[in-house]
Each structure stands twice: as C-alpha cells, then as structure tokens.
C-alpha cells in the first residue's frame, strides 16, 4: 500500500482542515486529478493525486485537522507484472 502524505502547503503553515473529498475508497484516480480540498489559515486548497491507483482508504472526514506529513490518502499497492525472460536457464539447458 501506497501512503500519500499531507504535502508541505508552504507559509510555515503546519495543518490544514479537510474540507471536501473528491474521492471516495475504490475510485481510481489519475496524476493530477483533485483528490481532496483543505483549508489552511489563508486559503482552500485543492490536493491533487500524486499518481495514478485505486483509494484504498481515505485518513480523515471533513471538519478534520491534518497535520503537514500526516497520512491522507493510502493507495492499493499495484501488482508489478513480471515480465518472463525469452529464455529460462532450463531451455539453455535443453538447447546446448
């Protein structure tokens, strides 16, 4: 599982209140896309998705505080797909 952290929102600000998700565990969301809206003591803030994956869980409901570095969206690990080399060590074997 992925853990996509609470970003560094910048001012020396240190937390932030969740607002509104955009998202809900089990939507798939690609880089870029608005994940969550927090506000800071300046502004509201859209969070995008770091990367592409599946919600997994979401840390916190809105009305929230979430401090800078704190977990807030885990993603599903994606399995890596093992490509086969062209040939294994046994067809060497039988070939030679």
Same mark, same amino acid.
């Given at each position: ?14 937390e932030a209140e969740i607002v509104k998700w955009h998202v809900k565990v089990g939507d ?7 994940? #969550?809206?927090?506000? @800071? ?7 995008p998705a770091p990367y592409p994956g599946k919600v997994a869980k979401l840390f916190g ?8 570095? %704190?977990?807030? #969206?885990?993603?599903? %690990? *994606?399995? @890596? *797909? ?10 060497? *074997? %039988? %070939?030679?």
């Amino acid at each position: 599982m992925k853990i996509f952290k609470l970003p560094d929102l910048g001012e020396g600000l240190q937390e932030a209140e969740i607002v509104k998700w955009h998202v809900k565990v089990g939507d798939e969301v690609k880089p870029d896309a608005p994940m #969550v809206s927090v506000e @800071t003591a300046k502004a509201v803030v859209e969070i995008p998705a770091p990367y592409p994956g599946k919600v997994a869980k979401l840390f916190g409901n809105p009305g929230d505080i979430a401090h800078i570095g %704190a977990p807030l #969206v885990a993603f599903e %690990a *994606r399995a @890596t *797909r093992r490509i086969p080399a062209p040939w294994s060590a046994r067809s060497k *074997r %039988a %070939a030679g």
